[in-house]
C-alpha cells in the first residue's frame, strides 16, 4: 500500500482492516483509508508539494498508491479555481470562487476518483469493473480501464445524457441502459459480482474513489496558500467529493498545515426533485430515507439513497454547514445564468449550487464578504438535452435585415 497508509476503518463502527488486499465494505457501509500522519508530516511539507508537477499526484503522501506501483492516468491537471464577481455581485457576494473542475481528462470531477480506484484496482490484481452510473462516472471508469488494459461493464439509466453515453461506448465499455434509476443499476452490478467476476467501483463500495476525490479539498487548500474559504457549496448525489474533502481538510488539521484553524461549513446541495439527504439533515437523521419518484435534469444529483448519506450528513453537521434542496425548474435559468456572466462552462449540478446561492444569501447563512467556492463538478457540453435549443433561422444570407438582429 501507499508508504504511509496504515490500515482501513470502517466508517459505520471503526473495525479495522488490512490494507493492501482487496476491500468493499464493511458491515454494508463505506472504509476509510487511514495513514500515519506523524510520519508524513515528517516526510513532507506543503512546499514539498508545490515543487512537484502540477498534477492531482503530487499529493502522493497523503494517497494510497504504493511507490512502486504504475499509476493509470490521463493527465490529472491542478483545475483552475476562478473568481467570480459579476456573478458574485448578481447574488449579493464579493468574493466568490468556482473550482472548475471541467477540465479533468474526462469533462468532470469523476476522473479524480476513477484514475485512483483504476490505479488501485490494477495493483491488486483486479481485471473486470463495473459501475452503475447516472452519468460521467461511466465515462470516466470507461477511459480509465481503457488506459489500463482492464474491462468495464457501464449500466446507466435509459434517460442518461447520451454523450455520457457515447463516451463510453468509444472508450469500448459494454454498455447497458436500464429502464429504472441508478438504484437498479447498482442491483445489476452488485447481484453479478459473483458470477461475473466484477470489481464493483460504485460510489463507496471500495474505499479508493474517495481518495481521489479528497485531492480536489488538497488541491484547493494549496491554491489558497493553505487558508480554506469560509464556506464551500457543492452539488451532491453520491456524495464523495463532500465527503473526500472534508476528509483533506481534518487531515490538513491534523498535520498543522492550515493557517486558519476553523474549517469551511459545507453545504450540500440537492434539487427537490430528489432531496434525501436535505430531508435527513433537516429531520435531524443520521441516515436518508431513499427518495421516491427521483428526478431531475441534473442527472448527477438523482441518487436516491447513498450508502455514504451518514457520511455526509456527518461532514455538514461537524463543519456548522447544511443542506439544501433548490426548485428544479431554477437549475437551467441559474445555469445559464452563471455561464452568461463568467463564461465559464457550467454543469446543471453547478446550476443548481447557483441557484442555492441566492437563497443562503438571503438567508442570512453568508455574509457578503465572506469567501465561497462553488464547485463545478463537470463541463455544461455533456448535458446537450438539458438546453432545447430554439435559434432564430436566416433564410436566404442574401437578404438579412440587420436592423431586426439588433
Known sequence: ?????????????????????????HAQRPLWVRYDLDAVGKAATPETFIARPATMWRYRELLPVPPDAPLVSLG??????????????????????????????????KSRGMAMAVTMARHLGVSRL?????????????AYAARAGLEAYVFMPADTPVVNQMECVLAGAKVYLVNGLIGDCGAIVRNGVAPMNWFDCSTLKEPYRLEGKKTMGLELAEQLGWFLPDVIVYPTGGGTGLIGMWKAFTELRTLGWLRKERLPRMVAVQSDGCAPIVRAFQA??????????????????????????????????????????VPEESIVPAMQEAVKREGISVCPE?????????????????????RVVLFNTGAATKYVESLPLRLPTIADPSQVDYARLA
Open 130 to 142: 463495473a459501475v452503475p452510473t447516472a452519468g460521467n462516472a461511466g465515462g470516466a471508469l470507461a
Open 350 to 370: 453547478a446550476g443548481a449550487c447557483v441557484a442555492a446561492l441566492g437563497e443562503l444569501r438571503r438567508s442570512g447563512f453568508i455574509d457578503p464578504q465572506e
Open 76 to 109: 490529472e491537471c491542478l483545475t483552475p479555481l476562478l473568481p467570480a464577481p459579476r456573478l458574485g455581485e448578481s447574488l449579493g457576494l464579493d468574493d466568490l470562487w468556482i473550482k472548475d473542475e471541467s477540465h479533468l481528462p474526462s469533462g468532470s470531477f
Open 284 to 325: 435531524g437523521e443520521r441516515f436518508a430515507r431513499p427518495w421516491e419518484n427521483a428526478r431531475t435534469v441534473a442527472s448527477g444529483l438523482r441518487v436516491p439513497a447513498a450508502v455514504g448519506d451518514f457520511m455526509m450528513l456527518d461532514a455538514l453537521r461537524e463543519s456548522g454547514g447544511c443542506a439544501l434542496a
Open 1 to 25: 500500500m501507499g508508504e504511509y497508509v496504515t490500515h482501513l476503518e470502517s466508517a459505520i463502527d471503526a473495525t479495522r482492516l488490512p490494507a493492501g488486499t482487496l476491500q468493499t465494505m
